[in-house]
């Protein structure tokens, strides 16, 4: 028997396709706006038509006959191609090349891992990355969308704020082996220190850890050692080897507290003196593929911000006391 599909048919199955998704006609009735009668109806009718029942009617409920999970699979799939279509025929009317520049270390760090979902969502949009450090100007005309670690304002220029950067003390568990315990602030004086000098610029080498130690109230002490490094993720990567204690943005970590690469011996984060904001120049979003970038690095900085509202220190990641 032929059975020709034609808008009822559609209908049935959009209802079915909601029944067999909560496997209740009332709930159904209710995401649908009509009444369980008549979801029990348009099912029965899709059951007559097809010649073979869908549901099971239970005193507590239905449920799926093996036929009707078959087909729920079928039209779940189905709708998923359909959703997953219009997805990107609204995707394609975004497209185009934009230049986007960045801090290196959050372009390499943060920014760059997440790319994939972006040309997942925007697959004719192309990016030219630009790695700039916060101390080279920014000049209209250079740039569709930048991202900077900023502590003040850029004249003539829009902004959004993206993330508030968090600090902290991270090193190898190795550099713990055969030395006193790293417990707290004033056990920092048997270990070397490292310095990332571009997180204060134009202060000491020192300021950052100078400003850490302050926040958690254990100033005074000397940090004046260790070696010194003009990138932030080259200060990681020699804590990482072991050669000493360094401090860690939250926003630069992705998987090493996770693996166990680094680990936080002592303290809590505490908030940087700075943030990383989004600039465009004035009129930038009006570009369709400039807002959508924007947009989506904002989504992505909000789902990151959740992500670790709830913590304190860096979930497994305090060394063992």
């Known amino acids: 028997m032929k059975r020709q599909m034609n808008g009822q048919m559609y209908v049935w199955l959009h209802v079915f396709a909601c029944a067999a998704r909560h496997l209740s006609f009332t709930r ?3 995401e649908l706006h009509i009444t369980p009668g008549a979801v029990s109806q348009q099912i029965r009718q899709l059951e007559e038509r097809l010649g073979f029942r869908l549901f099971l009617r239970r005193a507590r409920g239905v449920e799926l006959t093996a036929e009707g999970q078959r087909l729920a699979q079928t039209v779940s799939e189905a709708y998923g191609s359909i959703d997953a279509e219009l997805r990107r025929l609204d995707a394609g009317e ?3 090349t ?3 520049r960045s801090i290196p270390s959050f372009l390499a760090k943060w920014l760059t891992p997440r790319l994939p979902r972006l040309q997942q969502r925007y697959p ?5 990355l630009v790695a700039e450090d916060s101390s080279q100007a920014l000049h209209e005309g250079d740039f569709d969308l930048a991202i900077d670690l900023n502590d003040g304002s850029y004249p003539g220029m829009h902004s959004t704020p993206l993330l508030d950067e968090q600090i902290f003390p991270v090193c190898a568990p190795s550099l713990l082996r055969g030395r006193p315990p790293l417990h707290g602030p004033a056990d920092l004086a048997h270990y070397p220190l490292l310095h990332d000098i571009t997180a204060w610029r134009g202060s000491s080498e ?3 850890w100078e400003f850490y130690l302050e926040g958690i109230g254990a100033s005074g002490l000397d940090v004046r050692r260790g070696h010194t490094f003009n990138r932030n993720h080259l200060t990681i990567e020699a804590a990482i080897a072991g050669i000493g204690v360094a401090i860690a943005r ?6 090493e507290l996770e693996r166990g690469a680094l680990i936080v011996p002592f303290g809590l984060p505490i908030a940087n003196h700075k943030r990383y904001v989004l600039l465009y120049p004035p009129g930038g979003l009006a570009h369709p593929g400039a807002r959508a970038v924007h947009d989506w690095l904002v989504e992505e900085a909000e789902g990151f911000r959740a992500l670790h509202a709830q913590d304190g220190a860096p979930a497994n990641a305090l060394a063992s006391r």
Do not use: K, M, P, V
Request: proline share 0%; charged share 35%.
């Open 28 to 30: 159904c009735a209710e």
């Open 94 to 96: 975004i497209r185009g």
């Open 98 to 100: 934009l230049r986007l």
């Open 124 to 128: 004719d949009i192309q990016l030219r």
């Open 206 to 208: 020192y300021a950052e």
């Open 250 to 255: 939250r926003t630069l970590l992705n998987d």
